[in-house]
């Protein structure tokens, strides 16, 4: 630790323990660690240490709050001019004190909780956001809308949000189910279990993620699994916010696994991997987007096309 930063996290650290404390706190939430966050009175500093972290704070109605953000937080335009603190798994933390914030939004699996603790041991408040579920994106909203003290606001996204999960629901719930294989990346070859998000994705769209069983939240699998398991469909994603230089995962090596389900029917998707990898409000688009490829997926079985003539 450099002598600065440790004079700043002295002083930091001795303003927020030396500060008398409130009999009563006026705001307390729910993160998704599990964890209640407590703040005195509305955030009115607030640093967000993930892209879908700066899109939740916006939805929410904080985005005049944030004064911080990390790399590729480019949603919405506004987001682009905030102060970068560091990548998702990088922190400037002699940055991110001097910004003097109020609350700190996490990336509960993205950020280095060795830095996160550095950051609650200065009295700091931190708010884990990592959903689960669909649902849990607005329940974030919430629970954000409440701590900034734009509690309107996050309820009206909320109920946008989840409107359009709705509808979604309804339309693809009675579908023929579809067996598939989500590609994070190719080398190494890694895929989502059942406790990610967007393996509940996957289920809203009537899919079924062939890998959900495994115990990692981002599992290495190997290429004769993929091809044991011959899902009907093949998912990874294309470029979002991504440098354009910058690699991305790739579905050409199953070419060379001609009989496999998803490779004979031509079911290799691609989605948005903004829409779909970030829990903020435009994973309903991304959810939309995915639902539609599994639709061609079912398009694409034998005698598809008599069956829906019938």
Known sequence: MSARLAAMLALAGCSALCTPPHAHASIVV?????????????ARRVIALSPHAVELAYAAGGGAK?????????????????????????LDLERIV?????????????????????LRALGIALYHSEPHQL???????????TL????????????????????????????APVSVF?????DPLMTLNGTHIVSDVIALCGGRNVFAHLAPLVPTVSTEAVVAANPEAIVTTSQGATRADAPLP????????????AVARGNLFAVDGDLINRPGPRLAQGADQLCRDLE??????????????H
């Open 296 to 309: 061609i997926a079912r398009e694409h079985r034998p005698n598809a096309a008599a069956a829906s003539a």
């Open 66 to 90: 944030l004064v911080g953000a990390v790399s590729y937080s480019d949603y919405p335009s506004e987001a682009k001019t905030l102060p970068h603190v560091g990548d998702n798994n990088a």
């Open 182 to 186: 989500y590609q994070v990346w190719d």
């Open 135 to 145: 649902d849990g994106v607005a329940t974030d909203l919430v629970a954000l809308g």
């Open 30 to 42: 729910t993160d998704d660690a599990g964890e209640r966050v407590t703040l005195a009175a509305p």
């Open 250 to 261: 790739s579905l050409a090596l199953w070419r060379a696994w001609p009989r496999m389900t």
């Open 148 to 175: 900034f003290g734009t509690a309107s606001q996050a309820r009206a996204a909320a109920a946008d949000y989840r409107g359009k999960i709705a509808a979604l629901r309804a339309r693809y719930a009675g579908r």
């Open 98 to 118: 001097a910004l003097k914030p109020d609350l700190v939004i996490v990336w509960r699996h993205g950020n280095d909780e060795r830095q996160l603790d550095r």
